[in-house]
């Protein structure tokens, strides 16, 4: 790993209008709400609103804007003596890093200005593991495809499949099972979609989770325990590393 | 006929209690000279007679009241039951306890063990104790003419099985239940076959159930009382002819947990109350003919739950404000009438400035239905397929019973004086 | 003394071979340039040499060592790419210090082209502001920065204004005499007849005149390589439309 490349790239995406304008948009947006609202635990559900849907959606889109912008660089970069996976490594943290960078001040001082408790630490961590989920995908559809539109392509559609289109499955396959205890399966269903996994870790935390019922109880005994919080965050962790991982093993075969 | 003979009554308990207080005698009970315990003064007494328990400690317990004297305490004395038996035993009419404070109440599986109980008795006063650790607290059985006022009942529940309730009332009649505060039991206040009975200006909270809890009892009011925390809210049931006015029911979180769960209830009126922060606002399973109106909902994850099984009951004039849900059924059908409330979920106009909205609304959403149907789906909560698939039924309706609407929308709160 | 030689050398593009069987060998002192009709591979080959593309077939050994998932012999190499772009918040000085901090291990640097292309002026810009022209002379003076023993330039004076191309035609006169391998590829004749020793022709991936241009005069005094190569390709071309 060769920091010197990722210091340069954090240098001047830090100082890009585009990282520049989305921490403003997200500090106006969580000051609004926190401050506008007066209940925090709603003020918690909007942050969430943002952090589900802006989040991954911006980082997909950015990263893989960016990385198709940057490719005659990565090819000035490959022709010095540095191994590829430097290069890769650089771009992704350099990205992500300075993606999280911005969501952790945009929306973090907002929340943290409001209080410290265990759901903005919440929120916080969530929203940055989301962020390096979907730079992880961006690079992954960057990786694929060789051309930009295309990729730029199936980055959005990633986003809608695991933000509406995956969840309107399930709802399909909750009435098509209504007769079953489904309760189980629904926990490993959910673990399948970073975005799901996110929403439902923070929904416990805040009081609106009593809201769940009973069936909510089975969930919360889940995603409650110390146990369900491990594996939960251990699969985002993967969400992160797999598709970061698939993508460097086509980086590293990949003709510029 | 029924007002006459009340009347009568109070007259005659008013005349014995003149006659008592001129005819008795004051016997005092102190833990360094004279009496040192109430059950020695009680057996040296007669009827009418005042004992006075002075400021001290007394370990005594099962004391049997079978005279109608007034046991009055100075200083809050305390009677300390030390997890023996139970307290005072109440078996003679108007009776009065007052200024005491009793203590540690036997738990018992068998026995429904209280800090005082009156059995078969009238006209009977038990009035600003504290009863701390107990297990019943203040029972009162086949009794009437009663008041209990101004009594602060604490008791430390752990399960539902090894609790009791904070004031049971168990087929009594013309009651007064007045500014008691309870806590810590099963159920702060419980009644069973009580009728024309009035609860005001009590406060029951943290009770691991009901902080009311009342079946097969008609004709009784509920007002001005707060009920907040408790597990499961407040439950009405098998009951006719209820009032329930300005009282406040807040914070009851938790799965099964509801401001008040109305069970087979009929004929009654919930009128000015504020629901506020609970899992369901109102639950109705097979009530009819209610009048729910002039009551405030506000951030509660539902509403009102309507259940199929409820009819001709009317929602007018509350308000809705910041509700998950605002109203939820699991009927495709609605036999209830909504009008003039106010739901902060409109988005309608209101062109000729009446202060109705033009347009009606239709307070249930697709979504919720579908919790109904599928609770498994709520996991789904705050997720955007639930905001489109509440959309696409906004715009083409098809699911939503059609008569669920309010046809008068209120553009701004309702007010009420 | 330093060499590099490609063995079979096969590299296709989804069903494009764009590369076939290419064998080659370069050494030092010597200027070669590749020549040929666009689409011909020879960025490709130059790219294969850099470790960009990756081939399919073949080896390619620099100082007889295969470079196949190895990077330390990039150090040996500057390049000199037909398009340069940078991220655009990043400074020009900034650039210079990734380099230093990839390969700065030579302590005198190769400052001839950052004096002539006059670009201690503009080290503190962004390149987001500067134009083409100017990107790619950064490109250049940092392909000559570390001197390296290889140069690979892929159609230098393509997007340079006369003056600049005059610039780096001369310099390249200049490392030609420290005993350097010198790759350029060019579509100007007149370019490859003044820098040039030996000349490679690449036509649809095959390597078809691999001579030096003292071979190609023939004994002539004058050579006009345009001529000479519509002589000798015709017949090549000929074939390929039959």
Known sequence: MNTKILKYILLDLLRSKFIISYTLFLFLMSMSVIYIGHDSSKAAVSILNIILFVVPLVCIIFGTIHFYNSREFIEFLLTQPVARKSIFWSEYLGISGSLSAAFIIGAGVPVISAGINITGVYLLVTGTMLTFIFVSLAFLSSTINNDKVRGVGLSIILWLYLSVIFDGFVMMIFYMFRDYPLDKYIVALTSLNPVDLSRILILLQIDISALMGFTGATFQKFFGSITGKFISLMLLLLWIVIPAFISLRIFNRKNF | ?417 | MNTIELRDLCKSFGKNQVLKNIDLQLKSGEVTALMGPNGSGKTTLLKSILGLVIPDSGKILVNNADVKNDFHYRNLIGYMPQIANYPENMKVRELFAIVKDLRGHKEITDDELIDNFKLNEITGKNFGQLSGGYKQRVTGALAFLYHPEIMILDEPTASLDPLSSEIMRNKILKEKQKDKIIIISSHIASEVETLADRLIYILDGKIIINKTLKELKNGSQELKLGKTLTEILAPVLHNKKS
């Open chain 2, 1 to 417: 006929m029924v007002r006459y003979s009340k009347i009568f009554i109070h007259i005659f308990i008013f005349t014995f209690l003149i006659n008592n207080l001129c005819s008795g005698k004051d016997i005092s009970v102190c833990s360094v000279r004279g009496y040192k315990t109430v059950k020695s003064a009680l057996e040296n007494s007669s009827d009418g007679d005042r004992i006075i328990i002075k400021k001290g400690y007394y370990r005594e317990n099962n004391i049997i009241v079978d005279k109608r004297v007034q046991i009055l305490g100075e200083d809050n004395p305390v009677i300390d039951l030390e997890f023996i038996n139970q307290g005072f035993i109440v078996r003679k009419d108007s009776v009065i306890i007052r200024g005491l404070e009793i203590r540690n109440i036997k738990v018992s599986y068998v026995q429904d063990l209280s800090a005082i109980k009156i059995e078969n008795s009238s006209g009977c006063t038990v009035e600003n104790n504290i009863l701390y650790n107990t297990f019943f607290a203040l029972y009162l059985a086949n009794s009437d003419n009663c008041l209990v006022k101004g009594n602060k009942i604490t008791g430390f529940a752990q399960t539902e099985s090894s609790s009791g309730n904070g004031i049971h009332l168990w087929k009594c009649n013309n009651i007064r239940i007045e500014s008691n505060e309870t806590s810590g039991h099963r159920d702060g206040i419980y009644f069973e076959f009580v009728t024309n009975t009035r609860i005001l200006n009590n406060y029951s909270h943290n009770n691991l159930r009901y902080g009311l809890h009342f079946m097969f009892s008609d004709s009784n009011s509920y007002m001005k009382n707060l009920f907040s925390e408790n597990g499961a809210g407040v439950a009405v049931m098998y009951t006719k002819n209820i009032i329930m006015e300005e009282n406040i029911f807040t914070g009851n979180w938790g799965p099964a947990s509801y401001g008040i769960l109305l069970k087979d209830i009929s004929r009654s009126v919930i009128r000015r109350n504020k629901f506020i922060k609970n899992t369901i606002g109102i639950f109705m399973e097979g009530s009819d003919k209610m009048n729910i109106e002039e009551n405030e909902f506000r951030d509660n994850g539902y509403a009102v739950k309507v259940f199929g099984n409820c009819s001709s009951d009317t929602l007018i004039r509350n308000n809705f404000i910041g509700n998950t849900f605002d109203i939820s059924t699991n009927s495709s059908r609605n036999e209830n009438y909504y009008s003039e409330n106010y739901w902060d979920k409109y988005k309608g106009y209101d062109m000729n400035k009446d202060y109705t909205g033009d347009v009606p609304y239709r307070p249930v959403s697709l979504y919720s239905m579908l919790v109904e149907k599928v609770p498994e789906s709520i996991i789904m909560m705050r997720s955007f397929i639930t905001d489109i698939i509440d959309f696409t039924e906004k715009a083409i309706p098809v699911f939503i019973p059609e008569s669920l609407v309010d046809e008068k929308p209120k553009m701004i709160l309702n007010e009420y004086n």
